[in-house]
């Protein structure tokens, strides 16, 4: 058996290394390190297999042909928010919320969206409050209005840093209308927020520049269905509203980086309010809502009705969803009030599997994650 020492090989430009072919085996004691970058910075001209280490997420990566997809692993053993307060994985977090009888909550909830197991304590919202909107960056999570009740509603955007622990603070901008029970998503960039009930239903879309504090929401157009109590969620391309009172199951889109009034996506399998949503970058899932078990799911970069996906574990009300670019979760019920957080595997269908608890049972809060189909 030969061997070669070398410390680098790379073409005549310098850009690119040699093709390996065959039986290759790499024997050092220590590490490999595969080539890595931001999630900005994914290539998708590759082909599939190809591995990437992502700075942001601090996960290993490969391309399946169509999309970036993390390496996780799953295992029964694995309590809930392992590894929340180092910042790894992805990281799902629930504000906010009330149920019947439990009282209005401020509680922040944080899981690590690949393991299982309880929630664990992140910090507080900067009031209690219920019927709020949230997105997210890869950075920071963002809730949007709310109930402050009992009735009034608030144009208070506010914000954490998914890195660290504590409590949310005033992004100093305000919505342009006070609103409760409004639905956002975001791509890595811009937050969009999706009509609301002020009172009465309202049809604004607003958008906020998510890295941009002290500047208010600006309008971005008109839902052409109005609607409060709806779901979102959102491809790097594309933001989805569903349902909702008055929408009822109609499905609406917008090119996030543009302006302008929504547009006709098609319908949900049923009619629905007061439910959740979250998204890879390529699946739309939609769950809960009227106290049932129905999960429905979309193609984002089409157009036409959703399907059935499968059935959450217990009937929810009111609950909230967040995602990784593998799984999603969908936690908390309102009427029946619940602490069950459910997940799928969104690349494929079936019924959820349970989760672990949140901290206290509620529904109609919001949750976000920094890991979502938008980034």
């Not at 430009?13 to 039986?23: A, T």
């Not at 509680?107 to 919202?125: A, K, P, V």
């Not at 709020?132 to 890869?138: F, P, V």
């Not at 917008?254 to 098609?266: A, E, R, Y």
Request: hydrophobic share 30%; proline share 3%.
């Amino acid at each position: 058996m030969s061997e070669a020492r070398i410390n680098r090989i790379s073409n005549e430009k310098g850009d690119g290394g040699p093709s390996l072919s065959g039986i290759t085996t790499f024997s050092g004691l220590n590490y490999f390190v595969p080539p890595k970058g931001t999630t900005a910075e994914r290539p998708s001209d590759c082909p599939p297999g190809s591995i990437r280490f992502n700075t942001d997420s601090a996960h290993l990566e490969y391309w399946d042909g169509l999309q970036w997809l993390e390496f996780e692993a799953t295992n029964d053993e694995l309590g809930g928010g392992t590894g929340s307060n180092t910042g790894l994985g992805t990281r799902g977090l629930f504000g906010g919320g009330s149920g019947n009888p439990t009282p209005r909550t401020d509680t922040i909830d944080q899981i690590t969206i690949s393991t299982l197991g309880n929630s664990l304590d992140f910090g507080n919202l900067i009031t209690t409050q219920d019927f709020i909107g949230s997105c997210a960056s890869s950075t920071r999570g963002i809730w949007l209005g709310g109930n402050v009740g009992p009735g009034p509603h608030t144009d208070l955007i506010q914000y954490v840093t998914f890195a660290s622990t504590g409590n949310a603070v005033d992004f100093n901008g305000n919505l342009t209308d006070a609103r409760g029970q409004a639905a956002a998503c975001s791509s890595s960039t811009r937050g969009l927020c999706f009509g609301g009930y002020t009172p009465g239903s309202i049809n604004t879309i607003d958008y906020i520049t998510m890295a941009s504090t002290g500047v208010n929401a600006q309008e971005f157009g008109d839902l052409y269905d109005t609607s409060h109590a709806n779901a979102a969620c959102s491809s790097s391309v594309r933001g989805i509203c569903a349902g909702g009172s008055g929408a009822l199951n109609v499905i609406q889109y917008v090119t996030i980086s543009t302006l302008g009034n929504s547009q006709d996506f098609g319908d949900l399998t049923r009619n629905v309010r007061d439910f959740g949503g979250f998204s890879n970058a390529t699946r739309g899932v939609f769950g809960s809502g009227n106290a049932v078990n129905i999960i429905d799911f979309i193609t984002i970069s089409s157009t036409g009705d959703a399907q059935d996906f499968g059935d959450l574990v217990v009937t929810m009300k009111g609950a909230s969803g967040a995602a990784s670019p593998t799984r999603g979760v969908f936690g908390g019920s309102y009427n029946p009030d619940r602490v069950d957080i459910n997940y799928i595997e969104i690349a494929t269908t079936g019924n959820a599997k349970d989760f672990g608890d949140l901290l206290v049972s509620r529904g109609l809060g919001a949750a976000c994650s920094n890991g979502h189909g938008g980034l």
